[in-house]
T-cell receptor, first 110, second 113 residues
Framework: QQQVKQSPQSLIVQKGGISIINCAYE??????FPWYQQFPGKGPALLIA?????SEKKEGRFTISFNKSAKQFSLHIMDSQPGDSATYFC?????????FGAGTRLFVKA | NAGVTQTPKFQVLKTGQSMTLQCAQD?????MYWYRQDPGMGLRLIYY???????DKGEVPNGYNVSRLNKREFSLRLESAAPSQTSVYFC????????????FGPGTRLTVL
C-alpha cells in the first residue's frame, strides 16, 4: 500500500523559532507534493506545494525542501508565530490520487 | 463564492441506518473527492470523481457509495452504517487531478452508535 510517513506527531516551538516537519514517501510515481494546514473545526487548506524537479520552494516564512533521491521532503516554518498553531499534513499526489501523511500538531508558545 | 459546501455539519446514526452526505462546489471544478479523517491517520480517500459522469474507488471504499449528480454535486452514501464509520468526512474539489490544489469543505462529523 502506498504510504506517506510524517514526523513528528506533535511539535512545540517557542515564538520566533523554526518548526520542522518531515515526510517520506515510497512511490516514485508521485509527482506533486503539497502541504496542507488545518485549524480546529475547519477543512484543510493548501499552504505550499512543490514538484520533484526542484529541490526547494519558499513562500514567505514557509519553505519546502525536497530530496528526490532519498524520497523525503520537509516543511520549515521560520519565525514561528502563535497563529501558526495548527495541524499540518504533507501529501504526495500522482494522477488521480493523493496520499496524506498522518499529520503533525504544531503548538507555538507565545 | 461559497467554495465547497457540505451538509449536514453533524450527524448521529444508529448502527444499520443509512444516510447521504451532500457536497457541492461552485468553482466549476472537474474533479471531486470524498475523504475521511480519523485521529492519527490523516485523510484517507474514499472515492473520487475525476470528471462529471465518472467515479472510482480510493483507499477505503468499503461500506460507501457515491454519486456524481452533475458537475457541481458529489454525494456520499452509507447504506448500513457501522461504528467503524464514525469519523469526520471531508469533500474536496480541484480543477483537474494531479498538479492542482484541492479545496476542502468544512466537514461532516458523523457518529455511529
Amino acid at each position: 500500500q502506498q504510504q506517506v510517513k510524517q514526523s513528528p506527531q506533535s511539535l512545540i516551538v517557542q515564538k520566533g523559532g523554526i518548526s520542522i516537519i518531515n515526510c517520506a514517501y515510497e512511490n516514485t510515481a508521485f509527482d506533486y507534493f503539497p502541504w496542507y494546514q488545518q485549524f480546529p473545526g475547519k477543512g484543510p487548506a493548501l499552504l505550499i506545494a512543490i514538484r520533484p524537479d526542484v529541490s526547494e520552494k519558499k513562500e514567505g516564512r514557509f519553505t519546502i525542501s525536497f530530496n528526490k533521491s532519498a524520497k523525503q521532503f520537509s516543511l520549515h516554518i521560520m519565525d514561528s508565530q502563535p497563529g501558526d498553531s495548527a495541524t499540518y499534513f504533507c501529501a504526495a499526489s500522482g494522477g488521480f490520487k493523493t496520499i496524506f501523511g498522518a499529520g503533525t500538531r504544531l503548538f507555538v508558545k507565545a | 463564492n461559497a467554495g465547497v459546501t457540505q451538509t449536514p455539519k453533524f450527524q448521529v446514526l444508529k448502527t444499520g441506518q443509512s444516510m447521504t452526505l451532500q457536497c457541492a462546489q461552485d468553482m466549476n471544478h472537474n474533479s471531486m473527492y470524498w475523504y475521511r479523517q480519523d485521529p492519527g491517520m490523516g485523510l484517507r480517500l474514499i472515492y473520487y470523481s475525476a470528471s462529471e459522469g465518472t467515479t472510482d474507488k480510493g483507499e477505503v471504499p468499503n461500506g460507501y457509495n457515491v454519486s456524481r449528480l452533475n458537475k457541481r454535486e458529489f454525494s456520499l452514501r452509507l447504506e448500513s452504517a457501522a461504528p467503524s464509520q464514525t469519523s469526520v468526512y471531508f469533500c474536496a474539489s480541484s480543477a483537474t487531478p494531479g498538479y492542482n490544489e484541492q479545496f476542502f469543505g468544512p466537514g461532516t462529523r458523523l457518529t455511529v452508535l
